[in-house]
């Protein structure tokens, strides 16, 4: 367990960080407090964290979607931390922010959504720390065309672009 929890950091631990403002759109709010929460719950064990996804999901969407849409996000999450070279930061439950980790998740699946392949690569490669991003865009597609499915399609500004991507992963090699 100790292990885990050492690939998941709070952001709030981390003085350079960057916490950005929550996104007022609903399918980002989605993928970046889904992405925290079941991430922090693979990481704690805590049934909690899953909860709280559970809670936000079923409240927006309804239990049935929210199920199946969970079910995705779950993959999604674990081929990140089963490939990440890296230690993904998130911010704490309730935060009314997202850190760069987060906003990286939320850009991977709008480029997803959107079809902008240079932008997923890059932002997928800074989230993991590797190059070796095959399950992790496995992942990414099925979340991204069950969100599109629900009538949940992020915003093409929620795609980071390519070279800020590579930049956040740059800073990190450092």
Excluded: Y
């Excluded at 760069?100 to 392949?117: G, P």
């Amino acid at each position: 367990m100790a292990s885990a929890v050492s690939n998941v950091r709070s952001a709030t631990s981390n003085a350079t960080a960057n916490i950005v403002p929550l996104p007022a759109k609903a399918p980002e709010r989605l993928v970046g407090v889904g992405f925290r929460c079941w991430l922090a719950g693979l990481a704690t064990g805590d049934i909690k964290c899953w909860e709280d996804a559970w809670n936000s999901f079923s409240g927006m969407l309804g239990p049935e979607q929210a199920k199946a849409l969970l079910l995705d996000l779950s993959k999604f999450v674990r081929a990140v931390k089963a490939n990440a070279q890296r230690n993904i930061e998130v911010s704490p439950t309730g935060c009314r922010s997202f850190c760069r980790d987060e906003c990286l998740a939320i850009s991977i699946i709008a480029a997803c959504q959107h079809n902008e392949r240079q932008a997923l690569t890059a932002s997928a490669a800074a989230l993991i720390g590797s190059d070796d991003i095959g399950d992790t865009l496995n992942g990414a597609q099925a979340l991204a065309a069950a969100l599109r499915q629900a009538n949940q399609l992020l915003c093409p500004e929620s795609v980071c672009p390519a070279t800020c991507a590579l930049r956040a992963q740059r800073r990190r090699l450092m």
